[in-house]
């Protein structure tokens, strides 16, 4: 297998989606007087799978900046995360388990935590490929700010996913080349992704040890 990697370039690319990803969802937060400051919840137990090779690369440089006694510490996190998940699951319950990368409240990979962990808060909109749009209403705090403040809730204010996906996905399709539609599609919780190890596809035949190019 060889390991799926960011390049400079790629890696800076996505930095700059998640930045303005950030000024994005802070212009709604403010308009709606929002913060997580002080909320009774944390959203880091909600059960979000991922999409995206460039996100899991990306996760991958941040966790590997840890110290090898982290890793470990998380790893055995996601283990355990992956066997409650399992047991909810087996239950017919959507899963309700603290992310592996969660300590004390908070995200100890913040700078490279990813799309839906920054997006999910603030009511969102996304027009899909085939034109159809979805809304996300926002957590639960901000679902009762909205009701207190407005009479619908399309009268408050979104965040626009639309042309920060677009960018991602730009990012995605130049890092995996024109046969990324023939690769396995990428579906996994953070948990998954850390146990599975970094993004990997098969190696080009011609890359492989003893074979020579063009034969």
């Known amino acids: ?125 996304m027009r899909r490929p085939d034109g159809q749009i979805l809304n996300f209403p926002g957590c639960f705090r901000c679902q009762e700010i909205v009701s207190r403040k407005f009479v619908h809730e399309s009268e408050a204010p979104q965040m626009e996913r639309t042309p920060l996906l677009q960018r991602l996905v730009a990012v995605e399709r130049e890092l995996m080349g024109d046969k990324i539609h023939l690769l396995p599609r990428v579906k996994l919780t953070i948990a998954e992704m850390l146990i599975q190890g970094p993004p990997a596809t098969a190696t080009p035949h011609c890359e492989r040890p003893g074979i020579k190019p063009g034969v």
């Open 1 to 125: 297998m060889k390991e799926v990697l960011l390049n400079e370039k790629l890696s800076a690319e996505v930095g700059s989606i998640y930045e303005t990803m950030e000024a994005d969802y802070d212009v709604v937060a403010k308009k709606l007087k929002f913060s997580c400051n002080g909320c009774p919840d944390n959203c880091c137990d909600s059960y979000f799978q991922h999409h995206t090779y460039t996100e899991w690369a990306y996760l991958f440089q941040g966790f590997r900046a840890q110290s090898e006694a982290k890793q470990q510490e998380i790893m055995k996190r996601a283990q355990q995360y992956i066997l409650d998940c399992e047991a909810a699951e087996s239950r017919d319950e959507r899963p309700q388990v603290m992310c592996p990368l969660n300590e004390e409240g908070r995200c100890i990979l913040y700078k490279n935590r990813l799309m839906v962990c920054r997006t999910h808060g603030v009511p969102a909109s």
